[in-house]
């Protein structure tokens, strides 16, 4: 339902005020690229010895579909609350800002809530946790935001 409400609202204005299919696609698919790589580049390089020292009891095989649709709603939510609403503002400096609020909001929701509920849970990935996710989306809001402003994809 969110997906459909944001196509609309994105592809459904005129020619002059706002952007079309192709533009937001194009946005979608950078918001998506810049994600994945530093997520992934986190997961598997900077933080992987974090995570498996400290939750190697309860790190099992990856599963992909609940990862994949994780990235999708996360996405969704970074486009709807965050990237449409600065390009419609035309402003890079409230991607930042409210891009890392988004972040800090949803891995606070999660890692607060395990801090709170598991027992023995790190404070330290907490922590960790907190810090990336704030980092992780302002910087993907704030570059989807500024290729589509280079790029005039409004």
Same mark, same amino acid.
């Given at each position: 339902m969110v997906m459909i409400g944001l196509t609309y609202q994105l592809i459904n204005k005129n020619e002059t005020g706002g952007m079309i299919m192709i533009s937001w696609l194009k946005i979608v698919g950078v918001a998506a690229v810049s994600f994945l790589a530093l997520d992934l580049f986190w997961l598997l390089v900077v933080a992987r010895k974090m995570y498996q020292q400290y939750l190697g009891n309860l790190m099992g095989q990856t599963r992909f579909g609940p990862a994949a649709i994780f990235y999708?709603?996360?996405?969704?939510?970074?486009?709807?609350?965050?990237?449409?609403?600065?390009?419609?503002?035309?402003?890079?400096?409230?991607? *930042?800002?409210?891009?890392?609020?988004?972040?800090?909001?949803?891995?606070?929701?999660?890692?607060?809530?395990?801090?709170?509920?598991?027992?023995? #849970?790190?404070?330290?990935?907490?922590?960790?946790?907190? *810090? #990336?996710?704030?980092?992780?989306?302002?910087?993907?809001?704030? *570059?989807?935001?500024?290729?589509?402003?280079?790029?005039? #994809?409004?």
């Open positions: 999708l709603i996360y996405l969704l939510g970074i486009l709807f609350f965050i990237i449409n609403p600065a390009l419609e503002k035309n402003s890079l400096l409230y991607a *930042i800002a409210a891009g890392g609020f988004l972040g800090l909001l949803c891995y606070g929701t999660y890692d607060l809530t395990n801090l709170a509920t598991i027992a023995n #849970w790190p404070i330290r990935v907490t922590v960790a946790d907190l *810090i #990336w996710g704030t980092f992780v989306t302002a910087t993907v809001s704030g *570059i989807t935001v500024f290729v589509a402003q280079h790029f005039n #994809w409004r």
